[in-house]
């Protein structure tokens, strides 16, 4: 869940052109990094029951810290008070991701692949490129829980303070994620192991180069990059920063 920087026009013009293998290579590097690449990776830990994530320690509090997410917060919640109404999300640009979640899945991001762009460059409350959704009680509707903020594998542990700081949340990457090739291939994402599991994405067991090899898969080392949740509109607000609230 996170950035899709490819525009439409030049997916279309690459597979016109018949060139699917440079397809394949230029969505790969749009949504994965080396791990190399992760300079705030010496405040992370792996995420609880998630061979695929690392999650940011909690730093020492510093002066003001808890004012600006709480100010950062209310900037949040007002700047998307406008998406309650999923429809005018979606009239914004707004799509589902995945486009068709699955009945399981409590919680849903709504992507804008234009904004996602821009937060690469800093994160605007009003225009955030994730908008959080969870399912009503009766699972027919979507209620507006908050948005997601961003950041590049690249940035700093400073940079990373700067959007929200680090001792009020902890940002999650994802990693060791094994996809098909091409990346694109519908057939190969259907496919299960012998327990019933994904052979490819992120609720696949499969976390090493040569066990996703073995599949004829390719493993990112990272996919899109730092992520934080801000649920704003949580029944009890020391949920706000929560990052495992919902599930």
């Not at 994965?32 to 320690?57: C, F, N, R, W």
């Not at 696949?204 to 992520?227: N, Q, Y």
């Amino acid at each position: 869940m996170g950035l899709r920087i490819l525009g439409l026009s030049l997916l279309t013009t690459l597979f016109l052109s018949g060139c699917g293998q440079l397809i394949d290579g230029v969505v790969t590097s749009a949504i994965s990094a080396d791990k190399s690449e992760v300079v705030a990776a010496d405040i992370a830990k792996p995420m609880p029951g998630d061979p695929h994530g690392i999650m940011t320690e909690l730093q020492p509090e510093l002066p003001g810290d808890r004012e600006r997410a709480d100010t950062l917060a209310a900037q949040i919640k007002q700047g998307i008070a406008r998406y309650r109404d999923i429809g005018v999300a979606q009239e914004d640009g707004y799509e589902f991701f995945p486009a068709d979640p699955p009945p399981h899945m409590y919680i849903v991001h709504l992507v804008n692949q234009q904004y996602s762009k821009d937060e690469a460059d800093g994160f605007d409350p009003s225009r955030p490129g994730s908008l959080l959704y969870a399912r009503t009680h009766d699972g027919q509707d979507w209620k507006l829980i908050g948005a997601m903020i961003t950041a590049p594998v690249t940035a700093t542990v400073r940079e990373l303070d700067a959007r929200v700081p680090l001792s009020q949340v902890r940002y999650h990457l994802h990693r060791n994620i094994c996809v098909p090739k091409p990346i694109w291939d519908s057939k190969a994402w259907a496919r299960v192991d012998d327990r019933g599991q994904p052979i490819f994405g992120p609720e696949s067991p499969i976390t090493t180069e040569a066990d996703c090899a073995a599949e004829d898969g390719r493993l990112l080392e990272t996919v899109f990059g730092w992520m934080a949740h801000a649920y704003v509109y949580a029944d009890d607000p020391a949920d706000t920063w929560n990052q495992m609230y919902g599930h």
